[in-house]
């Protein structure tokens, strides 16, 4: 369960769509996801969305459903993470 959803904007399908091609655009490696917004990070990532609403988004999707979620040691348990 996601904490403090309710601690977020609505968020417009638009919104979405550029999310994830932030997340798309991650094949280029920075150690943090601010960098992207940084000095030597990428325009069209600034243009696209703000640094702190894209790690608001991040602090509250969620992309799994919580009836199939499996225990940890359970054989087919497994942790994803994104960074």
């Not at 403090?4 to 943090?32: H, K, W």
């Not at 992207?36 to 608001?56: A, C, H, L, P, S």
Request: aromatic share 16%.
């Amino acid at each position: 369960m996601q904490k403090d959803v309710f601690n977020c904007p609505p968020v417009t399908a638009i919104e979405i769509r550029q999310f994830l091609g932030i997340i798309f655009m991650s094949v280029y490696y920075y150690s943090n996801a601010g960098s992207y917004w940084g000095k030597y990070g990428f325009d069209d990532i600034r243009q696209t969305m703000t640094v702190n609403r894209f790690e608001k988004i991040t602090s509250v999707i969620h992309f799994n459903d919580n009836a199939q979620h499996k225990q940890v040691g359970h054989p087919n348990h497994m942790i994803v993470f994104i960074k």
